[in-house]
DNA sequence: TAGTGGTCTAGACCACTAA
DNA sequence: TAGTGGTCTAGACCACTAA
């Protein structure tokens, strides 16, 4: 007698995804129904259906209704990226974390924040330049922008002890995030607040945020030098 | 009379989304129980569940048995970036994909490839130096280093006319892959290649795959002035 | 150890789309 | 228009873990 063990919906990813990674599937194969893989399997079908939306999620396999099931010709590379925020960063390093408010204006935004948000009109926001720090040290330097139209709370709160970015995230969930990641060189202001040598080359990050196609925030984060960036696979 | 419109999972996700987002539920706050929403909104409790998952899934809830489900008090930006092979790119940009091999040789590993595969002894892989181009400009640098061991067949490859990034994207599926971003300024060589000026900041993509534990490949891709990475939500 | 989320099943019906 | 994947349901049992 075997002992019948009960398929989960992961053995049979693992079981499926080892059959295209041993070559018994290659890209552009179509693989069986369903149906046929859960009556070999002798499993249910909505367990097949789960495994296989877990590789279609990862990129692995295509499918279409009617069309079948298929190995993707051209796989991409594809990851989960999560940003916290940077208090919690720097304090998952181990370090201890300190915030200084630089500069706080309500003004007409600048261009880049006009294209991020795609706005036809040139508007106001409330502008906050602060800088993040680890262990005493700069850290990022952040260049944010505020739409007191969605927050206008914003006004009233005192950002030289709490964070935007910290009272942002509690308070203003968003319904779309997008990021935009380049290289700059420092110049002088940007050397002189991350004490960074001029002309050196430093990772930016662009977040903007939205809530039902209104703008909520988009900052431009400066990150020191040496700063990486990595997923967590 | 009322017509009963069969609530679908997404429908049940934007409910209880959209009262997070309405501040009903705020970070910290416990949800109802999966088995408690589902008959107040009258539908399966595996249709809650279904939704949960997603809302868990996205960071915006955590969920533990016997514990339940909470509104994140730290939310993360959580976001999914597909790097797809750099000919694909290029065409998806409108811009016509151009290639060269630039060094071919089997040698002792650099020791940022040591470091990127973790490798307590020193050992020997296959070194390609090679230059993406769009419409005839340098586009992607890239530094390439794979396992004989995990890829022989490799040493066989024309890559002259193939490039490794597309051979080994349609013949080594991996399990695991790793990335890593950062700025660097450009040195004499990579000006050179890339026809950057001197000194230039430059976006930097490193990625590092293996199969079970076995290294594949790691590649630096150092991009062209102005070269950015988006994520497309 | 009791309560909650996680998963599986079998069956039904729906939605898309290749042929 | 027929065939495939997508989803829902009701019920069962399991797995984890807060209390």
Known sequence: ?????????????????????????????KLPRDEDIAKDLGCARSTVQRAMQDLSDAGIVE???????????????????????????????????????????????????????????PITMLHVDALHLADQRPYILEDRWISTETSPEILSVDLAT????????RNKPYTRCDLRFYAVEADQKVADKLTAPLGSALLVIERSTWIDDHPITTVRAVTRPGYQLLTQN
């Open 1 to 29: 007698m075997t002992t019948a063990t009960r398929l989960s919906w992961t053995d049979v990813r693992d079981h499926i995804h080892a059959q295209i990674l041993d070559r018994t599937y290659r890209p552009g194969d």
């Open 162 to 169: 709490n964070s935007a970015n910290e009272w942002l995230v």
């Open 63 to 121: 499918r279409k209704r009617k069309g079948g099931t298929q190995v993707r010709t051209d796989p991409v590379t594809r990851t989960t990226l999560d940003i916290p925020i940077t208090r919690k960063e720097v304090e998952q390093r181990g370090g201890i974390y300190g915030y200084q408010l630089l500069n706080r204006t309500v003004e007409d935004i600048a261009p880049w924040v006009r294209a991020n948000f795609a706005l036809s009109q």
